[in-house]
């Protein structure tokens, strides 16, 4: 491996280091990290840091203050309800697309499959896996609509939602049980063919997400 390489290869190591940390909560937003820490955390030097810095700053999940460090920047309340508005809409219309064209009982098989994993998942231990799978669970939905353009976008808003559930579920023992227990519903409804109890049940699902996050 050439210099060059092994240069890249340092600074995206550090960059998904820092960025799984920031998504799943571990690095919590208001926290003011240092290339050093990071640093010293993986064995690197810290100008692969630097550029890790770089690429999570034009992402809008750090804030770099030149000599004192990075700060994560919170998940804002404008942020979680703009997400969450975002979802309703892309869910709500997949479901209601999904049931007119007749897919509804093969695409409810794979959510119920995405969420036997999600039922396995010890919580609080693992909630980083647990927001995942609920991630996954819905992006199946809508995918299954077959609009490649509103799947896509709504694989954009991945980050954002993964720091909003996280964030929401953050020392919160009583959500996770629900959510197993809505995404069934969720799974009941598209199968049997209810797009208006469904619809209604998705926008209540992810408003109580927003909810928690948004405290």
């Known amino acids: 491996m050439s210099t060059r390489d092994r240069s890249q290869a340092a600074g995206d190591r550090a960059y998904h280091w820092t960025k799984d940390r920031i998504l799943d909560g571990r690095l919590e937003g208001g926290r003011l990290i240092s290339e050093g820490e990071v640093a010293d955390a993986l064995t690197l030097s810290r100008t692969p840091v630097r550029e890790a810095f770089l690429r999570l700053a034009a992402e809008g999940l750090l804030r770099l203050y030149p000599k004192r460090g990075a700060l994560i920047v919170p998940v804002s309340p404008g942020e979680v309800h703009d997400i969450a508005e975002a979802r309703i809409f892309l869910e709500r219309h997949a479901a209601a697309k999904v049931i ?31 927001t995942r799978l609920d991630r996954e669970f819905h992006a199946t939905l809508v995918r299954a609509a077959g609009n490649a353009l509103l799947a896509e976008f709504y694989s954009g808003l991945r980050d954002r939602q993964l720091r909003m559930v996280n964030t929401a579920l953050r020392d919160n023992t009583v959500r996770p049980p629900i959510i197993i227990e809505e995404h069934a519903r969720i799974c009941d409804l598209l199968a049997a063919g209810d797009t208006g109890t469904l619809q209604a049940l998705i926008g209540n699902h992810i408003a109580a997400v927003r909810d928690e996050a948004s405290h």
């Open 100 to 130: 007119a064209a007749g897919t509804h009982r093969e695409v409810a098989a794979e959510m119920r499959t995405v969420l036997d994993e999600q039922r396995a998942v010890s919580i609080p231990e693992d909630t980083a896996r647990f």
